[in-house]
């Protein structure tokens, strides 16, 4: 046995660290393929690539599921029905209940189930059992919202054509076919159809059956095994399969989901984070430049995980947007098992003599799942902000975070005392560099205990806590999933005694490797769990803790050093009798979710001003983004790893999860100065912005780098500090419509072909803020795409581009790429402070950044940036427009409704920023007619309460070459959460 304390504990964890992950310490780094299986290796992917090989290769090829017309009804918004699937080799019949639901929001859902498997349970060894149904559930940890059904919606027979038609949507523009035999559906919008089910054919669930133990038939040298020729199927991996040394025992047999999903004319499909490749996703059936392996989603703790991918990673959005021209329609497939996608592409020609013109490409999907109900939801757009605004409505909306929680975040596994946390703190204030947050990895527990501390390097956290609190800083610390096995360990004995860890085949408790060795892990899906890990994090409880600190929860796919492909058995016994196999992709979820509750509880069992909970996870699936971040796991301090995490971030934004990023720096290995440098200034442009680092490479916080490194990442944080009023009001933003934070080109021009498969640069927010980060080594140019006719700045000197097309912005290693698009008003807070809580009374820079039309606009949020007052109307949202015809600057009131009747909460906020003005206005690209004036005329009291008008300067300066004309105002006086009025000319 291990003795488990002190310095012994440690070199058990690091041996235990290097027997698992061994790899981690040589800087060689490649993901180990053998590890991870193919879709070959995994029964139901194989056969349900060979069964749509078989309907592609088949020239009559007639899917066998139709739907009994007899048996459909609609009613109120849905539609029910039976499909039926005919099994060739019996005759047999198999009965599918089928229901379409038209959602009063325009989304409609097609949903399969299987009736022989509704009922029962299964009987496992030892008399424990497993439910034989399919798995139901995903839609209460995925679904919130949405699903009120359209009254509007009304359906028609038409028995000649053998299709149930059905009109539905705002405006009743949409329209789903149901094709009855073989059993289809068309989704149109203004008669053009958009999306396409079945339409290959290779729709497939697999029924269930009773085990039949067939003897094994002795096959003879140059006997044809005709029988089993006619019937292809694979029946090999059916009720068991085995995978490096793994034998997964299948109680229920085979029980895949699977159909093919077409998008007639559609180019790009986007989404099905989490990979790390380009945002538009490439084919995965072979040929040059393309993928021979689908696209993954089994959420894997995947260590060095290789570029431009396929592969799984940590986390699973099964949500996918197709563009063209004009277009934005999607699919949600709502499955919470391991599921793989195959895309292709296929181009047809209008008319064979038109040379390519007027051709057209489509793309297919094909969706498999291993098990679970087919569960698929159709949004049909027009624009992207409608398919991201409908998934959004259904499975939440972004969480409003802290304020902190979108500034700087400083980690590392790890800092190693209370001492060194406050040296570390007290350095970043000596070189005058801001950040909000330092982390602890899992080094801080007493061996790797959670909800301890180490005595011996951890003896005053609450000393610690005090000292970052000084300057409004916090602590997040690393709790994860797996319960060290151990004596006299009460949160194990708890989690024992309650039962309330996930169990294994047999109903017994499950006991794997990981970080501190043997361990269990919490059943989250349990509500008892959840409502004993929700007290596990009261003050009290969690001794050590205060106010300042929030929560990481890492390894939560979960991560299992000798599970098969680092996980938990598929058939390990949760809550409810599901199998692990079920309910995989959600399992990291739900302990966000139960971390998420324990903090909010946490704070109200004080009845103080409760705050916003901060969770950072590692594992996520449709939902996660209600909770909190995420980041991209455990990337390399590699060139590469920093120019993929650009797409990466920008798929979580289209994928209804943009509070995302990359570790700054990357994890594994140790990054040259230049990288570290150019990847701060990627960071900056991150949601979520971190810089981490693993136990095996040298200490690399900005002070460390030296000049002229140093001075520049500081730049890169200030920049992110300045700018955080426009990603608050960003983040905002997302928590109310869903949209991205920031956004790649497509989604922003949607019209705008060209640019559908651009994902190195990026919008922030609606600020018209172009961001492309360099991510090349020694590259000292960048090209930046500008998708419209229209002026864009130079963020730092006003340099002028014009659109469209493609320019070059000069990148030296102090630059980073960032252009201002005319037409937009940005606002930022200049004054270089500690860190973002000390900024809360700090005045306003208004930047208005003219274009061709001569008129600009922009808003502002802003509430206390901690608690929930907001919710209660305790914010200020303002919006700024610049009239060109009449040189005029306005400020209005964005939440003039609830200002009407304010609460108490609302005015007591009011009152607290009543002194917090705008203290200077820059004009980009100012009128030249504004040459030789000398004063801006100011009213204030728009909103209600009276002021005089008064004067204040203007300064103009001319063009230079290249160079916008520009004008600022100095200390117009106006409040940021008042009404106003500046007349320019
Ligand atoms: C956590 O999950 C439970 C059960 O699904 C749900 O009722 C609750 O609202 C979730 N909490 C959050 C913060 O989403």
């Not at 149904?133 to 919202?145: D, I, L, M, P, T």
């Not at 490749?277 to 894997?300: I, M, T, W």
């Not at 000393?463 to 602590?475: A, P, S, T």
């Not at 991209?632 to 790893?641: E, I, L, S, V, Y």
Request: hydrophobic letters at 35%; charged letters at 25%; proline letters at 5%.
């Amino acid at each position: 046995m291990l003795k488990v304390n002190g310095w012994s504990s440690r070199w058990a964890s690091l041996l235990l660290l290097c027997l698992a992950v061994c790899s981690l310490i040589t800087p060689a780094v490649t993901v180990k393929h053998e590890n991870f299986k193919t879709c070959d290796q995994s029964g139901f992917c194989k056969r349900n690539r060979a069964y749509a090989d078989t309907a592609l290769a088949t020239s009559n090829w007639a899917s066998p599921y139709s739907l009994d017309a007899a048996s459909v009804k609609f009613e109120k918004g849905i539609l029910t029905g039976i499909v039926s699937k005919k099994i060739a080799t019996t005759g047999e019949t198999v009965r599918l209940p089928l229901t379409v639901a038209f959602y009063e929001s325009g989304t409609a859902r097609v949903t399969i189930d299987e009736e022989r498997r509704q009922k029962g349970d299964i009987e496992l060894r030892h008399g424990s059992k497993a439910k034989k149904q399919r798995y139901n559930e995903a839609e209460k940890w995925a679904v919130v919202g949405g699903t009120s059904v359209s009254t509007g919606a009304a359906a028609s027979k038409d028995a000649e054509a053998g299709t149930t038609k059905i009109v539905y949507g705002p405006a009743s523009i949409f329209e789903a076919v149901i094709r009855h035999a073989p059993f289809g559906v068309d989704f149109k919008r203004d008669g053009e159809t958009q999306i396409k089910f079945n339409d290959q054919g290779m729709l497939n669930m697999e029924h269930w059956r009773p085990k039949v133990d067939k003897p094994v038939a002795e096959k003879k040298e140059g006997e044809e095994d005709v029988a089993a020729e006619a019937d292809a199927e694979d029946e090999g991996t059916w009720w068991d399969e085995s995978f490096g040394g793994n034998t997964d025992s299948k109680p229920r047999g085979p029980e895949a989901v699977a159909m093919d999903i077409t998008f007639p004319g559609y180019q790009h499909v986007y989404g099905v984070a989490e990979h790390a490749g380009p945002l538009s996703l490439k084919e995965s059936r072979g040929g040059d430049g393309k993928y021979s392996e689908p696209y993954r989603l089994y959420n894997s703790d995947v260590f060095e995980y290789e570029m431009d991918s396929p592969m799984t990673l940590y986390g699973a959005i099964p949500f996918m947007q197709a563009q063209k021209k004009d277009s934005t329609v999607g699919v949600f497939w709502l499955n919470a098992a391991e599921t793989w996608i195959d895309v292709t592409k296929s181009t047809t020609a209008a008319n064979p003599l038109s040379f390519g013109i007027g051709s057209s490409v489509t793309t297919q999907t094909h969706w498999i799942s291993e098990t679970g109900l087919l569960d698929v939801f159709v949004f049909l757009g027009p624009k992207p902000q409608d398919v991201i605004g409908a998934y959004s409505e259904l499975t939440g909306y972004t969480q409003l975070p802290q304020q902190f929680a979108i500034a700087y975040h400083q980690c590392r596994w790890n800092y190693v005392t209370d001492d060194d946390v406050k040296d570390v703190d007290r350095k970043f204030d000596r070189y005058n560099i801001p950040y909000d947050v330092i982390w602890l990895d899992i080094e801080y527990t007493e061996g790797k205990k959670y909800f301890t501390w180490d005595p011996m390097t951890f003896p005053d956290p609450l000393g610690m806590n005090k000292q970052l609190d000084e300057h409004e800083r916090k602590l997040v610390a690393i709790i994860d999933p797996h319960i060290k096995n151990e004596a006299n360990y009460p949160i194990v004995e708890e989690l024992k005694s309650k039962d309330l860890a996930v169990h294994n085949k047999d109903d017994n408790i499950y006991e794997g490797w990981c970080w501190p060795g043997s361990s269990y892990w919490i059943d989250c899906f349990s509500p008892k769990g959840r409502e004993w890990w929700k007290g596990l994090f009261r003050y009290d409880k969690f001794k050590g803790t205060a106010k300042n600190v929030f929560i990481w929860n890492d390894m939560n796919e979960p991560s299992v050093f000798n599970g098969p492909e680092t996980t938990m058995p598929k058939d390990n016994l949760h809550h409810g009798h599901w199998e692990h196999r079920d309910l995989h992709n959600i399992n990291g979820m739900t302990l966000v979710n139960a971390t998420y509750e324990a903090l909010l509880a946490r704070d109200k069992s004080e009845d103080k001003h409760h705050v916003r909970p901060f969770v950072l996870t590692r594992s996520f699936y449709s939902g996660s983004q209600r909770l909190g971040a995420m980041w991209t796991g455990d990337n390399q301090a590699a060139w590469p790893h920093l120019e993929a995490s650009i797409p990466m971030v920008l798929s979580m934004g289209v994928s209804g999860f943009p509070f995302a990023g990359a570790d700054v720096g990357g994890f594994f290995g140790n990054p040259s100065k230049e990288l570290l440098t150019r990847w701060y200034q990627a960071g900056a442009f991150y949601p979520f912005f971190r810089g981490h680092a693993h136990i095996d490479t040298r200490r690399r916080e900005p002070y460390l780098a030296g000049e002229p490194y140093t001075q520049i990442i500081t730049q890169a944080l200030r920049l992110r500090y300045s700018l955080l009023p426009a990603w608050y009001t960003a983040f905002h933003e997302a928590s109310v419509s869903g949209a991205p934070i920031v956004r790649p080109n497509y989604y922003v021009h949607p019209g705008d072909e060209k640019g559908f498969d651009i994902d190195d640069q990026l919008y922030l927010g609606s600020y018209g803020l172009l961001a492309k980060p360099v991510t090349k080594e020694g590259q000292e140019g960048q090209d930046i795409y500008l998708a419209d006719k229209e002026k864009y700045f130079d963020y730092f000197d006003f340099w002028t581009y014009e659109g469209p097309g493609t320019v070059t912005v000069a990148a030296p290693l102090e630059t980073i790429p960032l252009l201002m698009q005319g037409g937009h008003i940005f606002p930022r807070r200049d004054r270089p402070r500690r860190s973002s809580g000390l900024m809360r009374y700090d005045p306003f820079t208004l930047v208005v950044v003219l274009g061709h039309s001569g008129d600009a606009e922009g808003t502002l949020y802003l509430d206390d940036g901690e608690s929930f007052d907001f919710e209660a109307g305790a914010s200020i949202h303002r919006r700024f427009s610049f009239v060109g015809a009449t040189s005029t600057l306005m400020s209005e009131d964005l939440a003039a409704a609830a200002a009407a009747a304010p609460s108490k909460k609302a005015k007591d906020y009011l009152k607290l920023m009543e002194k917090v003005r705008v203290e200077k206005i820059i004009i980009v690209n100012a009128p030249a007619a504004w040459k030789g004036k000398e004063e801006v005329e100011i009213s204030e009291g728009l909103d209600g309460e009276s002021a005089a008008a008064r004067k204040v300067t203007l300064d103009w300066h001319p063009k230079e070459a290249g160079k916008a004309a520009w004008a600022v105002v100095r200390d117009p006086g106006v409040r940021i959460g008042g009404g106003w009025k500046i007349g320019f000319a």
